[in-house]
Structures are given as C-alpha cells and as structure tokens.
C-alpha cells in the first residue's frame, strides 16, 4: 500500500514575514481536505487542528532575515528540509513523497528518487492538501502576532502580501524588520527613501525607537522560529509584570521553558547571565507559574549572535 508524505509551501511571495513548508503523513483518512486556499479561514483552522491530531506533521520555518541572506530557492529547499525531518523524527512510515509544484527541494538527499513533483497538488492530493493547510494556518497565526508588534502594516489582513493596503503603509512607515529586503518591492522602496530622510522606527507612544531595542526584538524573534522548528509551542512573547519580564515563555512535552534571550553581536550573550539575572529569571518563572500550574518547568539561557543565529541553548535548571 502507497504511503504518502505530502509537501507544500506557504508564503513564497509576500512582501514579509516567513516562509513555511509543510510536510504530511496522514494516520487516517480525514474529510474535507483541498487546497488551503479555497478554504475559510475558520474551515482551515479546523482542519488544522484535525491534521495535527490524525498525522504526522512538520514545519520548516525560514525567516524573511535568513531568506534575504540565502535567496528564496535556499530558502526553499531548507524549509522543505527541515520540515520532512520533523516527521521523520517521529518514525512515520511513508513510501513516496509527492511536493506541490515543478520542483524537487529534496534533490541532492537520500529521498530524492522518491519524490514526485506534481502542479496543483494541494487540490488533488490529501496529504499534500493537509501540509498547505496546516502550514498557511501557522504562518497566518504569526502574522497575526507580527501585527501586534509591528502596528500599522495590516499584517493580520494581508499577511505580509503586496496589496494596495500594506504599500501605503510602507510609504508611511518605510520596512519593519519582518520586510524582505531582497525583494524588489521592498528594495525599491529603501532605494527611493535614500537622500531623501529614512523613516524612523518609533514605538506606540510616537517615540523613537533605538538600534539596541531593534535589534533585540529581532533576536527574539530569531529565537521564537528556533523554538518552532524544534517543535515548542511558543506559549508567551514579553510576559509582563510591574516587576519582571520573561522574554519567551515555550512549552514541549508538558514542560514550561520560560528562556531569556541575550542579544550581542559579539556572540557573547550568554556573558550577560549573571547570578542577578539568574534570580530574576527564577523570581519571574515561580510568578508566573503562580497563576499558571504546570508539572514541570526549565530556565534557558539563549544567545544570539550579530548574525541573529542562536549561538547557545542551554537549560539552567
């Protein structure tokens, strides 16, 4: 009996945010699945969250950042990767793989020859159906997010795409860090503004934003893809109190992972995890928790180098 993986992309060509790639193995058959795009969103949130419960199922994320610094067929190929790892590692059996399109991202790979590349997949097959749902629902629930970060783009309705909407937010704004750069909308855009007065980043309250605070949300940023794509659900971005702030609070397993990010573009974050800051990570963690019970729970240390790549991922306790 043939044993599909199914592959699909989502977020080629949008002016920002990620690029995800979906990989399928369905346990059992499941109804309603085509492609993605011919779905509600509510229909696709539903049968998003049945896949997740009746396949094996992997994500491979690549950020606008890293896919402005290896190009978008690097990008691809590394998404369509990772994802097909992520089923791997939890022994699904499959005896064919089948990507949506014209071409083999798993050329060069020990499942080359199994691979059949097929146009308009995600409509007439199942599992390849099930991947670009499940990855058009993820990538859409973090533009989702990026909306609140990031106000006045309109991510939560365009979701980074290059609508009449989201250019006039640009001429307003000028790119966000989630903007692809590489991309000649973009590209022209920064062109145009040189000699001409840049934009200044400013926060909610109309004050400018600095370099360090720029960096540092990229950094984490960075992190919350790392954490993805090795299967944590990123529960809490900047958890805060009047007394404490936990960066990323992450969940795996049934395990809490509340993770302090250190940005350096120097490599040497972890240099800034001092005892302080460890009694700080603790204080804040136990409040947390106070109002959020959980059996077991972790304190990560994360550092992010000038690259933003994370450069350590080390459990304290």
Known sequence: MKKLLGIDEVGRGPWAGPLVVGACVLREP???????????????????????????????????????????????????????????????????????????????????DFVVVKPKADLLVPEVSAASIIAKVARDNYMV?????????????????????????????????????????????????????????????????????????????????????????VVERNWKTKWCEIDIIAQKNDCLYFCEVKYRRNGRGMDAITPKKLRQMRFAAELYLRDHPNSSARLVAIAVDGDFAVTDFIEIS
């Open 30 to 112: 499941i109804d309603g699945l085509t492609d993605s795009k011919k779905l509600s969103a509510k229909r696709r949130t539903v049968l998003a969250a049945e896949i997740h419960e009746k396949a094996f199922c992997g994500l491979g994320w690549v950020s606008a950042t890293e896919l402005d610094k290896i190009g978008l067929s690097a990008a691809l190929r590394q998404a369509c990767r990772d994802a097909v790892k992520q089923v791997q590692a939890q022994h699904a059996e499959f005896n064919g793989i089948i990507i949506d399109g014209t071409v083999n991202f798993l050329r060069g790979t020990p499942l080359a």
């Open 145 to 233: 997010e990026l909306a609140e970060r990031f106000p006045g783009y309109g991510f939560e309705r365009h979701v980074g795409y290059g609508t009449a909407a989201h250019r006039e937010a640009l001429l307003a704004l000028g790119p966000c860090d989630e903007h692809r750069r590489s991309f000649r909308p973009i590209a022209e855009l920064i062109a145009s503004q040189d000699g001409a007065g840049s934009h200044v980043r400013r926060n909610n309250d109309g004050a400018p934003v600095s370099q360090h605070a720029i960096d540092g949300r990229r950094g984490e940023d960075a992190v919350a893809q790392y954490l993805l794509t090795h299967n944590y659900l």
